[in-house]
């Protein structure tokens, strides 16, 4: 009687039965509200009333079967309508689910879903109704959400201001601070779209108090299960599974999951564990035929793995990746492990699904393709080995893939896959599958053949996979590279052969065992195959069909390390960075050997245009050294490739290269007295610094700037400075001295005694080497203002006895008379000038002499002592530049006489002086040796410099020379003199600058590298302009036959000179079509001054010379941005093409080359814009960077719309000059009208559409224009097969292709 009492406080018999009918009429849908008094009186009696009630029919539904039966009959003896019960849950289950529900409502509605799955489990049936109802059933299941505020999952800030929480304010709480105006502000604005449908503000208490009630909820509907089966309720399965994995990811989970079936459900502490709980019930036979329950739970577990929000009908989004998300996936990978041990190989085509499906669906971005990845292994693992290698079979075939995405992580998979122990098979497999269970498959077959993909960004991760897997040093993957290296993949090449044929439909059955099928889950909110991947094909439960346009490549041995090579000169820089990994890797275990060809090629990359992948190379190189520090190849390509960095423009890579040095060198200089060499890093540091003193040495210039840098930073510790001079006296003596003369300008202090006593000893023995002596003459030259007077002079008598025996080497009269200005330095320019004209004038003097008694004698060029010469010579000019004070006229007219023959040393008649010069333009060549002559060139420059009038008179001669001599090594000397001048006297030398271009076109590689050099500094600081034929000259070089010289130019062209000129490319480019093709008809364009010689040595004009120009022009088109190939295209339409239409100028044989060259330009995809050129995969790439991602879509959407303005305009502006000219050229029958169909064609297929809308408005003229095109497509057709794979012929330009009328 109890339970009837407890159901009075529902007033079950007081609601009326007509509202009860119409509620079960209408399924629950629709319903009108329950009577405001009854409501009132049941909301008095509130959740205690609902507890009352649920706890008098527990009973019922746990007891004996007799006791329970009798439940519907006391219902029915006492008046009670058990389908009004069902009606009243529902209402406030309904209440319950509004946004705007009370908590006290929130927690009436879940004990009355309680209730009803309570009446559920009770056994019996009530006589007028049944209790259960599809709708209501998922009505109540729904309750665990919808009384769970909404905004705790979606992220949304919960408002806080005057909403109070229903158990009220605890006493003794301290008032908030009320919150700033800015914050209101900002809350209002944000909270402005959510005004129409507030929702109640919930406090943590009342939070506790729900998540209470969902929990007692959840277990009771678990306790349903076991009860109650849903076999023939699907739906309501589906909304099961749907609820359960949601409470999966509800709160985190305390300690770990289990799954066995002894658990008991009443010591289960969090939802996700009854979640879990629930879908294993619902995996059981009672709840679904076969194995249908388990599909719809692998299904929804898919998103929880994905980490994606499914369901409610909207479309799979990612989530944070959070702790609990991330948790809540492993957690889902173990259930899903857990349902395939306990029901085994039924459950193996399903969890096949799960796995392709995973790769079908997982997000492109890095962290979730990892996270995907490993997911898929640890679910691989409870495959059978044959399972095993069928599934990797599927995965190679997916890899293959023409979807950007597929190939991407199936590199993914691969890498984690390598992760685990190879398998070895429990029973024996076909060969085939074998195979497929080894390391070495993954790396050749699914990483290799990826190293060579046609997207970038897999090319890229390819590559940074097999570096990867070199770095492991596994056993098995090894191997597979081993094979790679050394020509025995065979098995790649037989699989790939094997399955070539299924690289467009591979995900076909052939794959799979015939008892193994794929089927579809489709994700919630699509109604088919198509929505849920436009790869996969229409309809429900079949196989997977992914359409596939890659094409395994098959690589040869020895092609692999030339891909290599090719990769690290790749386009995109995240390739080359990759490439330069895998050959480090290589080089370093020494599954290679260290070739030059290899490690220039990581040297070149200390040069790439890339920042990321210059640093990429120091790193790579430094690993190497390390690697191997005993190399000295390794050794020499590190310092060529490391220490010139030190002067790159951008400040982070100076800083790599610096620390490089630093931790390679620096470290590592110990005292003496401590060094082993068992210790490899002070050996190699000694090595590194012999070979800078000795074979590579001209890389000191570059270290100098490395010392400037590392002296402010104050590095030079004077223990370090001590250190150094430890070894001054041992076997690393010329390196000691090689770095003491970089230290010695900043180091605090020096042991000057030790550097003095060595100095005594080079001066006492003729054995110490050159480099060395100049290395001690430039730390005395620093040291010698801390010098006292006599020591001073001492050491100046050395120097001065040295420079006036002459016996010293020319590098080291240029060291001693440097050191010689430094140890005169006085506190006024008076005193050190006059010590300077003092000790230097005697050399001037003495140089005079010798050469007057040379120039004068009979026989002075025969027998004469030409190294001695040339020390007089070297020693004149040095010397000259220190005191011109005192340098007579007579030195001038000296070093002429020794220039040319007929030079007069007597006086001018009448006078008793000689003339300063004479015109060196009317000199007769001299019989000079060629290295005496170069040398005076040298001195005659040095004394132009001190000189101006001197200087005019040389400059016409020395230009002339550049054109007349015969010798390397004058001409050579003559370019530094001219480009020294220019420095000094920029206006005079301007005018012979096209003289000093011409030498870009000497015969001798060392003149051209030479020249492009200096004109390139030139053109840096300024001093000479791009103007006349200067660019052209130039740009020639981007074609010279010595391939280094070429890579010099691009390099100087790109890095040094377009930097300071960005507009200079696109400034020339037209021009220079007019210019290489000799075309100087034009009004504007190829006006500028040259010779005939000047013509004849820079022409590029002719059908021989095409492949030249070609390829200049498409360097320069390269390295213009989308704007500047906009505007070029019209400016070639106009200013070239439209000259002709409009008769400016004359259409003739000679102009067909010109416009030729001009067709071919257009068609160029270097002159497409980079829109229009690029895939959109490779556009927007996956970065997981949100404001990246943004940013990438930006431009892509701002290419879109130039490439739209460029569409426009070539129909507006282009097709009419096109056209119009097509018809001149026709009726003149010029070749050149092979080009304009080729761009005709190229054109018709990138503006397909726009074109057609443009002749849509003249039929005739587009009828004529397919005939045209449909003949030039025959007969390139029959010209293919005539060449028969040979050089296609020019078409006849006398045969004009026949044009229908329309009449």
Request: aromatic letters at 8%.
């Amino acid at each position: 009687m109890e339970l009837l009492e407890t159901l009075q406080l529902l007033k079950i018999s007081d609601i009326s039965h007509g509202w009860v009918d119409t509620v079960w009429e209408l399924d629950f849908t629709e319903t009108d509200p329950l009577d405001a008094r009854i409501e009132g009186e049941v909301n008095e009696n509130g959740l205690e009333a609902f507890k009352a009630v649920y706890q008098h029919l527990l009973p019922y539904a746990t007891e004996d079967r007799a006791v329970t039966e009798s439940v519907w009959t006391l219902f029915s003896q006492h008046g009670l309508s058990g389908s009004g019960l069902v009606v009243l849950l529902h209402h406030f289950v309904q209440t319950g689910h509004s946004k705007t529900a009370s908590v006290p409502q929130r927690q009436c509605a879940l004990r009355a879903a309680a209730i009803y799955f309570l009446l559920l489990e009770i056994p019996g049936k009530i006589v007028s109704a049944p209790v259960f109802h599809p709708v209501l059933f998922d009505k109540c299941l729904d309750t665990v959400r919808k009384t769970w505020p909404q905004d705790l999952d979606s992220g949304k800030k919960r408002k806080k201001e005057t909403a109070k929480s229903s158990q009220g304010d605890p006493k003794g709480r301290k008032r908030a601070k009320p919150p700033r105006r800015e914050d209101r502000e900002l809350e209002d604005e944000f909270e402005d779209g959510d005004q129409d449908e507030e929702e109640v503000y919930i406090s943590g208490q009342d939070l506790l108090q729900l998540r209470e009630g969902i929990f007692f909820l959840v277990k009771n509907f678990l306790r349903l299960l076991t009860k109650f089966p849903l076999k023939d309720k699907p739906q309501n399965v589906q909304h099961c599974v749907q609820i359960f994995i949601a409470l999966t990811n509800f709160e985190p989970v305390i300690g770990e999951l289990r799954f066995s079936e002894t658990q008991d459900i009443n010591r289960m502490k969090s939802l996700p564990d009854v979640a879990y709980w629930g879908l294993r019930l619902l995996c059981s036979p009672a709840h679904g035929e076969g194995n249908q329950t388990v599909r719809r739970v692998f299904h929804r577990l898919l998103y929880v793995i994905l980490m994606m929000s499914g369901g409610d009908g909207s479309r799979p989004c990612l989530l944070a990746l959070t702790q609990q998300v991330v948790a809540a996936k492993d957690m889902a990978i173990r259930f899903v492990s857990h349902i395939v041990d306990e029901l085994k190989d039924d459950v193996l085509p399903i969890l096949r699904t799960l796995l392709q499906h995973i790769c079908a669906k997982v997000a492109d971005k890095t962290e979730y393709r990892t996270h995907g990845a490993q997911a898929l292994v640890r679910l691989l693992a409870k495959l059978s080995c044959a399972e095993y290698a069928s599934f990797i079979q599927w995965l190679y075939e997916y890899s293959c893939n023409a979807k950007t995405q597929y190939r991407q992580f199936g590199l993914d998979v691969a890498m984690a896959l390598l992760e685990q122990p190879e398998r070895t098979p429990e029973a024996p497999l076909p060969p085939e599958q074998a195979r497929l269970l080894q390391h070495k498959f993954l790396v050749q077959a699914m990483i290799f053949s990826r190293c060579s993909d046609r997207t970038a960004t897999v090319r890229s991760r390819a590559l940074a996979c097999l570096a990867q897997c070199l770095e492991q040093q596994s056993p098995s993957t090894a191997e597979g590279i081993q094979e790679l290296m050394h020509g025995s993949n065979t098995y790649m090449q037989q699989n790939m052969c094997a399955h070539r044929h299924t690289h467009t439909d591979f995900l076909n059955d052939s794959f799979l065992p015939p008892q193994i099928k794929v089927y579809i889950l489709l994700p919630p909110g699509t109604r088919n195959i198509s929505e849920a991947n436009p790869h996969v094909t229409a309809g429900v439960f079949k196989t997977i069909e992914i359409t596939s346009g890659e094409d395994g490549s098959i690589f040869d041995a020895r092609d692999t390390i030339a891909m290599l090579r090719q990769r690290a000169s790749d386009e995109k820089t995240n390739v080359r960075k990759s490439s330069l990994q895998v050959l480090m890797s290589l080089l370093k275990i020494g599954m290679i050997p260290c070739t030059p060809e290899d490690l220039s090629t990581l040297q070149d990359r200390c040069r790439d245009p890339a920042l990321s992948v210059r640093k990429q190379a120091l790193q790579c190189l430094t690993e190497l050294l390390a690697a191997q520090p005993e190399n000295s190849v390794v050794q020499k390509a590190w310092l060529t490739g490391v220490v010139p960095v030190v002067m790159d423009s951008e400040s982070s890579v100076q800083e790599k290269a610096l620390d490089c040095l630093e931790q390679t060198i620096l470290r590592h200089i110990q005292s003496y007295s401590r060094f082993s060499d068992k210790d490899s890093r002070q050996r190699l540091a000694w090595d590194l610094l012999t070979l800078l003193s000795g074979e590579s040495q001209d890389l000191c210039r570059y270290l100098s700037k490395a010392f400037i840098i590392w002296a402010k930073q104050d590095k030079f510790s004077t223990v370090f400075v001590n250190n150094l001079i430890s070894h001054t006296e041992t076997e690393h003596a010329s390196a000691a001295w090689l770095l003491l003369s970089k230290v010695a300008g900043s180091a605090p202090r020096l042991n000057y005694g030790k550097i003095l006593e060595a100095w005594d000893h080079i001066v006492s023995n003729e054995d110490i080497t050159v480099s060395t002596t100049c290395h001690v003459l430039c730390v005395i030259g620093h040291i010698a203002k801390h010098l006292n007077g006599d020591t001073r002079e001492r050491v100046i008598e050395d120097i001065m006895k040295w420079l006036k025996g002459f016996h010293a080497p020319i590098i080291v009269i240029g060291s001693c008379v440097s050191a010689l200005q430094r140890l005169v330095q006085r506190d006024s320019v008076e005193d050190t000038q006059r010590l300077l004209n003092r000790y230097c004038g005697d050399l001037v003097s003495l140089c005079d002499s010798y050469l007057s008694n040379l120039m004068l004698s009979a026989d002075r060029s025969q027998n004469i002592d030409e190294e001695l010469v040339v020390k007089y010579l070297f020693t004149l000019g040095e010397a000259a530049l220190q005191c011109p004070a005192k340098v007579e006229k007579r030195v001038f007219l000296l070093v002429q006489s020794i220039l040319a023959a007929n030079v007069s040393l007597d006086p001018v008649e009448g006078t008793e002086e000689l003339p300063a010069s004479q015109p060196l333009s009317q000199f007769k060549p001299s019989t000079m040796p060629t290295a005496v002559k170069a040398h005076a060139f040298i001195t005659l420059g040095k004394l132009c410099l001190q000189n101006e009038d001197l200087a005019k008179k040389c400059v016409p001669a020395l230009a002339r020379e550049l054109e007349v001599s015969t010798e390397v090594p004058v001409r050579n000397n003559v370019i530094i003199v001219m480009c020294d001048l220019c420095v000094r006297y920029t206006t005079m030398v301007d005018r012979y600058i096209p003289n000093i271009a011409a030498c870009l076109k000497d015969p001798e590689p060392l003149i051209r590298k030479q020249t492009l050099i200096m004109l390139t500094n030139l053109l840096q600081e300024e001093f000479v302009k791009w103007k006349g034929s200067l660019f052209f000259r130039f740009v020639v070089v981007l074609v010279d036959p010595d391939p280094s010289i070429a890579r010099l130019c691009e390099f100087c062209l790109v890095h040094l000179l377009l930097k300071r000129n960005p507009v200079m490319f696109s400034q020339h480019f037209i021009e220079c079509i007019f210019h290489f093709n000799g075309y100087e008809k034009h009004e504007k364009y190829n006006k500028f001054p040259q010779t005939a010689r000047e013509k004849a040595m820079f022409s590029l004009k002719g059908p021989k010379n095409k492949e030249l120009r070609m390829k200049i022009y498409k360097f320069l088109l390269e390295h213009f941005t989308d704007e500047q190939r906009f505007n070029i295209t019209t400016k070639i339409s106009q200013n070239v093409l439209a000259s002709f239409v409009d008769g400016l100028l004359p259409l003739h044989l000679e102009a067909s080359e010109l416009l030729s060259d001009t067709f071919v330009v257009l068609s160029l995809k270097e002159m497409k814009l980079s829109a229009m050129r690029s895939r959109p995969e490779e556009e927007l790439q996956p970065d997981d960077d949100e404001m990246a991602v943004a940013n990438a879509v930006m431009q892509v959407a701002q290419k879109k719309l130039i490439s739209q303005v460029q569409k426009k305009n070539f129909i507006e502006n282009v097709i009419p000059i096109i056209t119009s000219l097509k018809t001149m050229l026709e009726e003149m029958r010029i070749p050149a009208l092979k080009d304009l169909m080729a761009y005709l064609r190229e054109m018709m297929q990138d503006y397909r559409n726009e074109v057609k809308d443009f002749f849509s408005v003249d039929k005739q003229l587009a009828a004529e224009l397919e005939y045209d095109m449909k003949k030039y497509e025959e007969q390139l057709h029959r010209e293919g097969e005539q060449g028969n794979g040979s050089t296609v012929t020019a078409p006849d330009a006398n045969t004009r292709p026949g044009t229908p009328r329309v009449r």
